[in-house]
T-cell receptor, first 116, second 112 residues
Framework: NAGVMQNPRHLVRRRGQEARLRCSPM?????VYWYRQLPEEGLKFMVY????????ESGMPKERFSAEFPKEGPSILRIQQVVRGDSAAYFC??????????????FGSGTQLSVL | DQQVKQNSPSLSVQEGRISILNCDYT??????FLWYKKYPAEGPTFLIS?????DKNEDGRFTVFLNKSAKHLSLHIVPSQPGDSAVYFC???????????FGDGTTLTVKP
């Protein structure tokens, strides 16, 4: 009975490298969200995806960041040419039916990205 | 422009007393509010929620109050227990947006 699975838990990259963060939603959930938590800050929305579609990417930086949720496989958050300011905890969440009254998010344990 | 604000970064209470965590919002389109709890090195977990058509929702030791006219909600925990020590996030949804907007969180410490 797996919840939202994120991997890796910890990721260390040098400046200029690429970071790939993976997220498998809860079984039966087709809506995936990525949030970022910078040190001493709250959860900031990045992107909302459904299978094969980006629904809302208003929180994602325009450059270097991309996200996908293919028909098969996990959702991927990709950060190219990482910089020290990208160091943060990245949380993935999934939901069953957004916009309904009882909707809530189920979160993974997060990926802690450290850029050296 | 932060649409959901938790103005108290931290709160410390004695075990057995009441904890009151506050949250303010600015967007009148929000119609559903949730509280999440987060322990270190874990993801947030859902705690309790309230629809904008209600002013109170209770679940065991946890009660959420909503004052729509003031755009304010609060989470009451009574009695507080040491295991309640965590970061509490307030979040707001609007039916059309599909995403949740979070506050910056309040760190609650319950002292034995």
């Amino acid at each position: 009975n797996a919840g939202v699975m994120q991997n890796p838990r910890h990721l260390v990259r040098r400046r200029g490298q690429e970071a790939r963060l993976r997220c498998s939603p809860m079984k039966g959930h087709s809506h995936v969200y990525w949030y970022r938590q910078l040190p001493e800050e709250g959860l900031k929305f990045m992107v909302y995806l459904q299978k094969e579609n980006i629904i809302d990417e208003s929180g994602m930086p325009k450059e270097r960041f991309s996200a996908e949720f293919p028909k098969e496989g996990p959702s991927i958050l990709r950060i190219q040419q990482v910089v020290r300011g990208d160091s943060a905890a990245y949380f993935c969440a999934s939901s069953l039916s957004p916009g309904t009254e009882n909707e809530k998010l189920f979160f993974g344990s997060g990926t802690q990205l450290s850029v050296l | 422009d932060q649409q959901v604000k938790q103005n108290s970064p931290s709160l410390s209470v004695q075990e057995g007393r009441i904890s009151i965590l506050n949250c303010d919002y600015t967007n009148s389109m929000f119609d559903y509010f949730l509280w999440y709890k987060k322990y270190p090195a874990e993801g947030p977990t859902f705690l309790i929620s309230i629809s904008s058509i209600k002013d109170k929702n209770e679940d065991g030791r946890f009660t959420v109050f909503l004052n729509k006219s003031a755009k304010h909600l609060s989470l009451h925990i009574v009695p507080s227990q040491p295991g309640d020590s965590a970061v509490y996030f307030c979040a707001a949804n609007s039916a059309n947006a599909g995403k949740s907007t979070f506050g910056d969180g309040t760190t609650l410490t319950v002292k034995p």
